[in-house]
């Protein structure tokens, strides 16, 4: 993940380059839909990871701790899908 991540930036530093230099836009905006791409696929990871083990423990045990580890998920989810 720290990979994925550390090329994303990478990517943003070449879109600020290109900013500068005055990229043709267009190509400019196809670099950052790909950034915004990565950073997605990098919090599904992260999420994907978090439901499979804070939240799958947590609803194991039950309880109260259970249903607020349900609706941080929940609420991750739907800021990812509103991004």
């Known amino acids: 993940m720290v990979t994925r991540l550390r090329r994303i930036e990478g ?34 990871l992260l999420l994907g990871d978090h439901l499979n083990s804070c939240v799958a423990t947590a609803a194991a045990k039950g309880g109260p701790v259970a249903d607020e580890k349900m609706d941080e998920a929940i609420a991750a989810i739907t800021r990812l899908v509103k991004s």
Do not use: F, G, H, P
């Open 11 to 44: 990517q943003v530093r070449a879109i600020t380059a290109m900013v500068e230099n005055d990229t043709y836009c267009i190509d400019i905006l196809t670099q950052i839909a790909a950034s915004n791409s990565a950073l997605k696929s990098v919090a599904l």
